[in-house]
């Protein structure tokens, strides 16, 4: 059975009893056996092994980061779980890969960033789709939490704010006092 | 120039408590220096040779004099009592303590300013023409439409870990002035047929190591549409940019490996979600950040001046400065004045604390309190009336900031160089300096006339070497400094990349060296022809033989080929 852990789903700290499958070395897609519960799967395995997974009840599928969104198109309604894997925290393809799923597929269900996943992205992710964070495991979750609050306002449009800010309020020089 | 609203102020604070908790994490080990590394970056703090540098954004270049002024403070409280003018049309300082960053922040958001952005692989300051608003050859004023990139590029959730980093620059006149051909987008305002406003839209320029021009991806976009298309690019990029190789991360590479027809395809293809959404810029938008660029109240001036047609009769050495460093304005009766950051003995760009609230000064009293910083490294007062520019140039003489050689040799665009920068591989500054010292006569220098001579320590190109019709570039040969010289590199509207002619020299040479492409150029130019011009004319083919013909001395000789360092 896996081993509950905590992730940041919907601004809150909340236990989670999903597994990632990650293909070792020697893995193939198609003959790696995917373990019983609720598991987040490489998308090539979801591929390989469609007919089968197909019968689950619930099963999630991660996207690599060089991946594009257009890949899980077919089988959005089919997820629980959509995650995107961040290598390294760098690495910027995956808000690419969220906004897409989000934006352009119109994907509703729970959008998981994995990886290296560190307090000061938070903000970005959820702006591009994100609404849930499993936070590197040497990391403090709850000061990790911190990270989605850092700005109260934003100037451009995302998944999170479809109208900018010169469209949604009224704006004005003031001097600052 | 642009106002903050709340919303501004807001963002801007809220910054400096998320950067003050940053380093406050850094400093309690809850933070590796690895993952600390790209949010300084993104807030201008860079780890140099001997301490930290930051570089402060100044949005397409445009400065108020409280602004300046709290640069002179910055320098005084923070660092020791001199910044540094860059390319980016930035400011920035050498001698800062990671400790005091937050409060330089926090210092700078009491006048609008920050240094969001100023580095790190995302969207940068985008910069544009030092001479926006004023130029007599402008056909629309870009600053609005630099605001409105400054805002949506501000903290963008989806391009803050992008490749690499990524420049823009917009050019509003004929002429182009913020080289937006050398940029990863470069945007050309221009009008149609019908008279309405757009952008040509540049993708795919840079210099660094693989120096390449923009390719032109769309003719005419109208202007509603500059944000929706720039996320298209940028979307484009940030997923199928190269990673695996910092060296060919940029744009330009991806750019270049699919053509620019198929990236203009894509980026097409990508645009087509987003166009006309609510992204889409509104009259409204672009009136309300115009307001911020409406002409200062100018007065009904004549074109000229008997006093001052007569200070100019009478004094060469104003008549000399009013050649080189006075510009047309478009208003009668006003002149933009280009304070010449560039006096020999002094490293490109180095400013004071003092010349700092000198200019703040200055730009109150005969500026409507604004001043603009140029890619070049130099400061603009862009609307001095005509009948004040003589007490101007005596007062700016003064403070070693009328140096008459804007555009001319000793106007060396220079990188801060192995001096400072833990990136170099050589030094440039000294380089900068014995060239100036060589060639201080300035008879000699007006004769030579329009010439750009850059410098750049390592093969980042900050220094824009390859757009230098003179272009140096520091590189390291068994862990010593060597020069490569380059020739044929222009920037504006013709713009090219130098030819390297040949092997690298060393330091000392160098002087020489220059003096020896000088003299083939006076020896074959034609009347009113420019050292570019024959460049071009003869190819580097003369320049080479001659720079090369004869051994020049590596240390300090006397005799003809004397070096001055």
Same mark, same amino acid.
């Given at each position: 059975m896996p081993v509950s852990t905590n992730i940041i789903k919907n601004r809150e700290v909340v236990a989670d009893d999903w597994s990632v499958l990650r293909l070792n070395e020697g893995d193939s897609a198609d003959s790696v056996s995917v373990p019983a519960g609720r598991v987040i799967v490489p998308f090539s395995v979801w591929s390989a092994q469609r007919a089968q997974l197909l019968e689950r009840a619930e099963i999630g599928v991660w996207l690599a980061s060089d991946a594009q969104a257009d890949v899980a198109k077919d089988d959005l309604a089919r997820f629980s779980l959509i995650a995107v894997d961040f290598p390294k925290f760098t690495d910027g393809r995956g808000y690419s890969i969220a906004y897409n799923l989000r934006t352009r597929l119109g994907y509703n269900g729970e959008l998981r960033a994995i990886g290296d996943v560190l307090r000061d992205q938070l903000f970005y992710m959820q702006r591009v789709g994100f609404n849930a964070f499993a936070v590197r495991a040497d990391k403090d979750i709850n000061d990790a939490l911190k990270g989605l609050t850092d700005f109260s306002e934003k100037y451009q449009t995302s998944w999170d704010e479809k109208t900018p800010l010169f469209r949604r309020v009224q704006r004005q020089a003031v001097s600052q006092d | 120039m642009y106002r903050y609203d709340q919303y501004d102020h807001l963002i801007v604070k809220e910054r400096v408590a998320q950067y003050r908790d940053q380093v406050r994490r850094r400093l309690a080990d809850e933070l590796t220096e690895e993952e600390f590394l790209p949010l300084r970056l993104q807030n201008g703090l860079y780890m140099q040779r001997h301490a930290y540098m930051l570089r402060i954004a100044v949005p397409y270049g445009m400065l108020s004099s409280p602004q300046v002024r709290m640069f002179a403070h910055i320098a005084r409280k923070y660092d020791r009592g001199y910044g540094h003018l860059t390319t980016r049309q930035n400011i920035q300082f050498n001698w800062i303590n990671l400790e005091q960053s937050p409060d330089i922040l926090a210092e700078l958001a009491t006048v609008e300013m920050h240094a969001i952005q100023t580095s790190g692989n995302c969207i940068r300051n985008t910069?544009?023409?030092?001479?926006?608003?004023?130029?007599?050859?402008?056909?629309?004023?870009?600053?609005?439409?630099?605001?409105?990139?400054?805002?949506?590029?501000?903290?963008?959730?989806?391009?803050?870990?992008?490749?690499? #980093?990524? #420049?823009?620059?917009?050019? %509003?006149?004929?002429?182009?002035?913020? &080289?937006?051909?050398?940029?990863?987008?470069?945007?050309?305002?221009?009008? @149609?047929?019908?008279?309405?406003?757009?952008?040509?839209?540049?993708?795919?320029?840079?210099? %660094?190591?693989?120096?390449?021009?923009?390719?032109? =991806?769309?003719?005419?976009?109208?202007?509603?549409?500059?944000?929706? !298309?720039?996320?298209?690019?940028?979307?484009? !990029? @940030?997923?199928?940019g190269r990673r695996d190789n910092k060296y060919k991360a940029r744009i330009k590479i991806l750019v270049k490996a699919l053509s620019a027809e198929e990236f203009a395809r894509q980026?097409?293809?990508?645009?087509?979600? =987003? #166009?006309? %959404?609510? &992204?889409?810029?509104?009259?409204?938008?672009?009136?309300?950040?115009?307001?911020?660029?409406?002409?200062?109240? !100018?007065?009904t001036l004549p074109a000229t001046d008997a006093g001052f047609e007569a200070q100019k009769t009478d004094n060469k050495g104003f008549a000399n400065w009013l050649k080189r460093n006075v510009k047309a304005h478009k208003v009668s009766g006003y002149a933009a004045v280009i304070l010449s950051v560039k006096k020999t003995g002094v490293p490109p760009g180095d400013i004071t604390a003092a010349q700092l609230d000198f200019v703040a000064d200055l730009a109150d009293q005969y500026s409507f309190g604004e001043v603009r910083v140029t890619h070049e490294q130099n400061l603009v007062l862009a609307d001095v009336k005509i009948s004040e520019l003589f007490t101007v140039w005596q007062a700016v003489k003064a403070q070693g900031l009328a140096t008459p050689n804007i555009g001319l040799l000793t106007d060396i665009i220079c990188c801060p160089g192995g001096d400072f920068c833990s990136l170099a591989n050589a030094k440039s500054i000294p380089i900068a300096q014995a060239i100036a010292e060589k060639f201080d006569n300035l008879d000699f220098q007006h004769d030579i006339g329009d010439i750009e001579l850059n410098i750049s320590g390592c093969i980042n190109a900050c220094g824009h070497h390859h757009v230098g019709n003179i272009g140096i570039l520091g590189v390291d040969k068994d862990g010593s400094e060597w020069?490569?010289?380059?020739?044929? %590199?222009?920037?504006? @509207? @013709?713009?090219?990349?130098? #030819?390297?002619?040949?092997?690298?020299?060393?330091?000392?040479?160098?002087?020489?060296? =220059?003096?020896?492409?000088?003299?083939? !150029?006076?020896?074959?130019?034609t009347e009113e022809e420019l050292f570019i011009d024959t460049v071009q004319r003869l190819g580097i083919a003369p320049f080479k033989e001659f720079v090369y013909a004869s051994p020049i001395p590596t240390g300090y000789t006397h005799g003809e080929d004397a070096c001055v360092y």
């Open positions: - | 910069t544009s023409d030092e001479l926006a608003g004023v130029a007599a050859d402008e056909i629309i004023d870009p600053r609005p439409y630099a605001e409105m990139i400054r805002e949506w590029s501000t903290f963008h959730p989806e391009f803050a870990f992008l490749p690499r #980093k990524f #420049k823009i620059a917009i050019s %509003g006149a004929e002429q182009d002035r913020a &080289a937006t051909a050398v940029h990863d987008i470069g945007l050309h305002v221009v009008k @149609n047929a019908e008279g309405e406003v757009g952008f040509r839209v540049l993708v795919g320029g840079g210099m %660094g190591r693989t120096p390449i021009i923009g390719s032109v =991806i769309r003719e005419f976009l109208p202007w509603q549409h500059a944000l929706t !298309y720039l996320e298209a690019i940028l979307r484009v !990029y @940030n997923q199928h980026v097409e293809a990508e645009w087509l979600d =987003i #166009k006309d %959404g609510p &992204a889409t810029l509104t009259v409204d938008e672009l009136q309300r950040i115009a307001q911020y660029f409406t002409p200062p109240p !100018y007065e020069y490569q010289v380059s020739i044929g %590199g222009a920037q504006g @509207n @013709n713009t090219s990349i130098g #030819k390297i002619i040949g092997p690298s020299f060393s330091a000392q040479q160098m002087p020489v060296v =220059i003096e020896r492409l000088l003299s083939v !150029y006076v020896q074959q130019r």
